[in-house]
């Protein structure tokens, strides 16, 4: 037993931060929905009027629960919940592979196995670790609703909803690291699994049989199976219904049984699925910088382009919604109003404001791409192909060429999606032609970050990677928050994505882009010109 | 002869820290150059200096004549290297890693010349090219730049530490594709702290200490400076006064001790002859008393703050 104890006091010390920002942040945004809706959603009939949208417009029920009325609880749970069970699932599968194949892939299981706490011992103790990680969870964020004035009996049903989907994705952790030879492995086919069990709820939940009043869905038989499935037909609120659950927290526990009878049955190190063996020779294009760049970024990239394109897609579709429940309340429509008051229409405020999202995502992939270039230089890779014929600058170049084709797919990837939306609603090509240009708008906007991180690498890398961060960071909150908080028009210029140009009601809104161009064409010549004179910086 | 590598006065400032302080390194063209040192005497920063990866703060530097800082490019078609800590990318296997580092070199994906080079080389070194990056061990990271340097064809090899982490099995391969290279006309300067090595590849040596040249010359000029060290089975050391060019004669063990000057050794062994001596064993210097030479005293204070005793005295 003192072996527990000291392998339990380890995953605590190792965990405990990381642990209780995962927690709180569940906590957290369980209470800020309630205010939320309060605010947005204030009445009955408020709820209701989004409820007979919602449930008319499959895609909102691909992002969000499932429909049970219009009560406060029970609207806030359909609005809520999936995401909750969402960031107790990512907590809970991660911590499964942190303990048991990490460890086992870096040598550290052997360090441990070596002991008196034998092969075993740290499985099971990780899986009481998440065990106590998801009771807190589902605790804090009870609570987090009772304080915020929800009856006690709905709150521990949501907050009992995420715990058990977190006992599932342990479980499931457990088990794909037992299977899985790495820990990127593991991780891998668990959060597949958690994508696509997500997704297959929404599906099924948009898929399903509406009441007669479009208050309240049943789910089609493609929701059951799924973990998010299960915690959303305990419709908290609603029907506080327990026993799905039981049977989320029965399959996870079962998960965790087999894992650890797989655990007794192999050596340290082996594993039941055998790693896919790489390639003996490289593939004919993998001959230059620039296709060793595509090559470290392109799965990242695919992944922002694939948010480029629900993005795009919602910024299509979701107007139709909107237009509805603000035709019926007079007082959303005066909200949307004002937030939209310079761009025309409501489907042209609600466009643009998506597009400044994928814009953000396609600054985010160009700054990614310019800190693995400062990740090339601390790993070492850097020295090996700069010992090679490619020069400084160029070597550079191929990372800035590479941020920027990224950019251009993920806006790329936006538009698609944005047009095939159009042409399901009406084909109106305005709109067509406003989201071109808001795409080509931030195309220019998201460059802005690629440059200016490109010049932080090459004056100052050691900061590459937080000066990067944080100025998409800080523009995304000017750009996307500014404006609600009535910040005045030449401070949320600061930020390029809201200084892109944008339709109006008479035209479009050119004024930003001599600045954004301005400051592409400076920052790049910068960089360029100041490489040639750098020299290697491998420090961390 | 051409001179290949040259540098004079050579310095590099790390802040505060004086990396390099006045490097003088000649290495002629066919040499096979030995560089040795320990860990943090400034032997990887030349190395990158000489790569153009970092600027000499004062002095000069050239290879090949050229400035390494400012025709990079040019200088690296003709240079294969292998540098002192080997990283590879994580998600590359090791064959994709060497095809690509020597594309990067020029090397033609068909080629048959470079296929038939890649292959007899991972074949000697024992390497699976099929594994990912992130699961090799250090000594497999180092077989991936090993086979990458040696599989395209170079003018000079800049190798800095290049057996570590490998067995003595792999050694031994790495010695022959040092004699191979050297064969065919290359130029090589090998970075390293293992004498026995450097002793047997190389045909000079450099010994750098806190950033300089501290001994520079062939193996046979550098034994000049020791004394080779002479054993035979003695009981006391009453007939021992007599044998000429002796120095620091003991007698330890039952047997007796003493040193003479490498190049007066000739004028000893009659005096031993005389005395009838069982048990003779001569040894010539070793690179390590050359090293110890030099790093003697560093050495002493390293045992004295290991030694318990001494500390707590």
């Given at each position: ?200 709820a929404g599906i099924g939940n948009a898929l399903g049989t509406p009441s007669d009043d479009l208050q309240r869905m049943e789910s089609s038989w493609l929701t059951w199976l799924s ?314 | ?263 007066a050794i000739a004028e000893t062994l009659p005096a031993l002859g005389a005395l009838g001596v069982q048990g003779l064993r001569i040894e010539p210097p070793s690179l390590e008393e ?24």
């Amino acid at each position: 037993m003192n072996g527990f104890a000291a392998l339990y006091h380890q995953r605590l010390r190792r965990d405990g931060l990381q642990l209780a920002l995962w927690i709180g942040i569940t906590a957290l945004l369980a209470f800020a929905a309630y205010a939320g809706v309060k605010d947005s959603f204030g009445t009955e009939q408020d709820r209701q009027s989004l409820l007979v949208a919602a449930i008319a417009n499959p895609v909102i029920l691909l992002f969000r629960g499932l429909p049970s009325g219009a009560g406060e609880g029970a609207f806030i749970a359909f609005l809520i919940v999936p995401f909750l069970c969402m960031l107790a699932a990512f907590m809970s599968s991660f911590l499964a592979v942190r303990h048991t194949r990490a460890d086992e892939e870096t040598g550290r299981a052997e360090l441990v196995g070596g002991t008196p706490a034998g092969r075993m011992l740290p499985t099971v103790v990780t899986l009481v670790h998440g065990l106590i990680a998801n009771l807190v969870l589902a605790l804090l964020t009870a609570l987090a609703l009772v304080a915020a004035g929800l009856e006690a009996a709905g709150s521990f049903v949501v907050g009992s909803a995420a715990g058990v989907v977190g006992v599932f994705f342990l479980g499931l952790g457990l088990l794909t690291s037992q299977l899985m030879r790495t820990s990127r492995g593991a991780n891998t086919v668990s959060v597949t699994v958690l994508l696509v069990t997500y997704l297959l709820a929404g599906i099924g939940n948009a898929l399903g049989t509406p009441s007669d009043d479009l208050q309240r869905m049943e789910s089609s038989w493609l929701t059951w199976l799924s973990p998010f499935g299960w915690a959303e037909n305990s419709r908290p609120f609603a029907d506080d219904d327990l026993w799905p659950l039981v049977l989320c927290t029965l399959v996870g526990i079962a998960f965790a049984v087999a894992a650890i009878a797989l655990q007794s049955i192999r050596d340290v190190g082996s594993s039941f699925v055998a790693e896919r063996a790489g390639r003996v020779d490289a593939h004919a294009a993998l001959g230059s910088m620039t296709a060793l760049v595509w090559r470290l970024s392109a799965g990242s990239i695919i992944g922002w382009a694939i948010g480029g394109a629900i993005s795009g897609l919602l910024a299509t579709t979701l107007a139709s919604v909107v237009e509805e429940v603000s035709a019926e309340n007079p007082s959303i429509e005066a909200v949307l109003n004002q937030m939209m008051a310079s761009q025309g229409s409501i489907e042209q405020g609600l466009l643009t404001t998506f597009f400044v999202m994928i814009g953000i995502l396609a600054a985010c992939a160009g700054v990614q791409t310019i800190t693995r270039a400062r990740q090339e230089e601390t790993h070492g890779t850097a020295e090996l192909v700069l010992a090679t014929p490619i020069d400084r600058v160029r070597w550079l170049f191929d990372f800035v060429i590479v941020g920027f084709a990224a950019i251009v797919i993920i806006l790329a990837a936006g538009l698609g999606a944005a047009s095939v939306g159009i042409a399901l609603n009406d084909g109106d090509p305005d709109l067509y032609r406003s989201a071109v240009t808001v795409a080509l708008g931030q195309v220019v906007a998201a460059s802005v970050f690629l440059v200016l991180t490109a010049l932080v690498f090459v004056l100052a890398p050691r900061g590459t990677i937080a000066v990067g961060w944080s100025l998409v960071l800080l523009a995304a909150v000017i750009g996307l928050f500014g404006p609600i908080f009535g910040m005045p028009e030449n401070v949320t210029w600061l930020s390029p994505v809201a200084a892109a140009p944008v339709p109006v009601t008479d035209g479009v809104d050119v004024r930003g882009l001599w600045w954004l161009l301005g400051a592409i064409v400076v920052a790049g010549a910068a960089s360029f010109g100041l490489m040639r004179r750098r020299e290697l910086a491998a420090g961390g | 002869m051409t001179t290949v590598i040259r540098t004079s006065g050579l310095t590099k400032n790390y802040g505060r820290v004086h990396a390099l302080d006045g490097l003088d390194l000649d290495v002629e063209e066919g040499q096979v150059h030995g560089f040795l040192g320990p860990n943090g005497s400034g032997k990887s920063t030349t190395i990158r200096i000489l790569l153009g990866l970092a600027r000499a703060t004062g002095g000069e530097a050239t290879v090949f004549g050229g400035d390494p800082w400012r025709s990079a490019v040019a200088l690296h078609r003709r240079i294969a290297t292998v540098p002192g800590d080997v990283s590879v990318w994580p998600n590359l296997s090791g064959g994709e890693t060497i095809d690509l580092l020597s594309r990067l070199r020029g090397a033609e994906r068909k080629d048959p010349v470079y296929r038939a080079s890649k292959a007899r080389l991972s074949e000697a070194f024992q390497f699976d090219p099929r594994k990912k990056g992130r699961a090799y061990s250090k000594g497999n990271r180092q077989k991936v730049a090993l086979i990458a340097a040696f599989a395209v064809p170079a003018d000079l090899y800049i190798l800095d530490e290049p057996t570590s982490g490998l067995d003595p099995l792999m050694e031994v391969v790495f010695q022959r594709e040092i004699a191979r290279v050297r064969a065919a006309g290359a130029t090589v300067l090998l970075s390293s702290h293992i004498l026995s090595e450097v002793e047997q590849l190389c045909d000079r040596v450099s010994i750098i200490r806190a950033g300089r040249i501290v001994e520079s010359g062939t193996l046979a000029q550098l034994r000049h400076l020791t004394r080779t060290e002479v054993s035979f089975t003695a009981a006391d050391d009453a007939s021992l006064s007599g044998i000429p060019g002796a120095h620091g004669v003991r007698v330890e063990d039952g047997r007796a001790h003493l040193t003479v000057d490498s190049d007066a050794i000739a004028e000893t062994l009659p005096a031993l002859g005389a005395l009838g001596v069982q048990g003779l064993r001569i040894e010539p210097p070793s690179l390590e008393e050359l090293f110890l030479r030099h790093y003697g005293d560093d050495l002493v204070a390293a045992e004295a703050a290991s030694d318990p005793g001494a500390r707590s005295s």
